[in-house]
């Protein structure tokens, strides 16, 4: 049965060394949450504290009510899926699926009955009396992903589990996790510096970067409405533009650097003369008619299929990436081209240029 996990103001210290900083956050029960963030933020220090790999320093986690600081890892009830498949190569697909109830004295009937039905769900019914190195990666790590729910754990931990596959597999594994942990409802921590990834199967991401938790929300908001620069710079990608806060009222209005002016009806309470930051994505930009908006000049054109990918650089020197839909776009610019843009006001986020955090009214860090 699944269970919400609790993490209530943990730290993990290596000699002077931090790792992570009175951190806290709830995990839903039954909900696919993943912990996101580039090399040595913390996350897979953090998975391993939840499996018990690694001591707490100060702080509590527990399943549901129940406080799992001094249980032994083998009591845990917990799944684990390794970046390295971990199969035993010596054994057949289903003796490998089967290790794990070995020792639960289970009736030969009901370990049977339990391995032939992962297998089934993970599609490896055919191969299951294949030894490891007769099958591709990825079948091997759903070798692993049946090895791991087949105990019908509580919890399941996933570790950079498709780091080692190709982008086809990836792909392909991505969408079998996902509709596997829907189907069985465990609750799920999964660690990746993987952006789209994380976007593509999570039902919340924890943004981590220095051993915190930056932003925690669902893909959607966190990847239209991030909580600091940090955040909208490691999720997709963003053009920081300098702006100021040119006057104030119904509405509020921006100068950018580029010399365009924006009207917001979505940010905080703003004074005239405050100095922010102007986060545009690439398919945030609009082509616009000659002579509106910010005058650039094409740096480099990459035509993608479904978009068109642009290298723009503004008449004060700012270069920024700008995307334009294949099926949209008025037509395609060739690199030396001049080209006018203006931004979708509606979708663009504004950042504090000191704190570095949002200042769109609503938006909050969740942690």
């Known amino acids: 049965m699944a269970v919400a996990i609790h993490v209530n103001h943990v730290k993990k210290q290596y000699e002077d060394n931090v790792v992570i900083h009175n951190l ?17 933020c ?44 971990a199969i ?43 030894y490891p190195d007769k099958l591709s990666g990825g079948q091997q790590q759903r070798v ?32 079998v996790i996902s509709q596997l942990q829907k189907d069985l409802g465990i609750t799920t921590v999964y660690v990746t510096h993987d952006q789209e990834e994380a976007l593509a199967i999570s039902d919340r991401i924890a943004v981590m970067n220095k051993g915190d938790i930056y932003h925690c929300d669902t893909p959607e908001r966190i990847y239209s409405r991030p909580y600091n620069t940090f955040v909208a710079n490691f999720i997709g990608s963003s053009s920081m533009i300098d702006g100021v806060v040119s006057s104030v009222g119904e509405t509020t209005k921006i100068r950018m650097e580029t010399g365009l002016e924006i009207e917001m009806n979505n940010l905080v309470p703003l004074e005239a003369g405050r100095e922010v930051l102007v986060a545009v994505r690439p398919e945030e930009f609009v082509i616009v008619e000659e002579g509106q908006g910010m005058k650039g000049t094409v740096k480099l054109k990459q035509f993608l299929g479904k978009c068109i990918q642009y290298e723009v650089c503004f008449d004060n020197g700012i270069v920024c990436e700008v995307s334009s839909d294949t099926n949209s776009a008025p037509r395609i610019y060739e690199a030396g081209e001049t080209i006018y843009m203006s931004v979708n006001t509606k979708r663009i986020n504004v950042f504090d240029k000191t704190a570095n955090t949002t200042l769109i009214e609503g938006v909050y860090s969740n942690v």
């Open 88 to 130: 035993f190569p010596n054994m057949t697909v289903y003796r490998n699926v089967e290790y794990g109830l070995k020792n639960k004295k289970l009736s030969k009937e009901e370990i049977q009955k339990r391995v032939e039905e992962v297998l089934e769900i993970v599609q490896l019914t055919e191969y299951k009396d294949r």
């Open 24 to 40: 806290s956050v709830d995990i839903q029960k039954g909900e696919l949450f993943t912990l996101l963030g580039p090399s040595g």
């Open 144 to 175: 692993a992903l049946a090895r791991a729910v087949v105990v019908r754990p509580q919890v399941l931990l996933m570790d950079e589990p498709l780091s080692n596959l190709d982008a086809k597999l990836r792909l392909e594994m991505r969408t």
């Open 42 to 85: 913390g996350k897979t220090t953090l998975l391993r504290m939840i499996a018990g790999f690694n001591s707490i320093e100060a702080g509590t986690i527990a399943f549901d009510d129940k406080v799992i600081n001094n249980i032994p890892v083998h009591k845990r009830n917990f799944g684990m899926v390794f970046q390295s498949y």
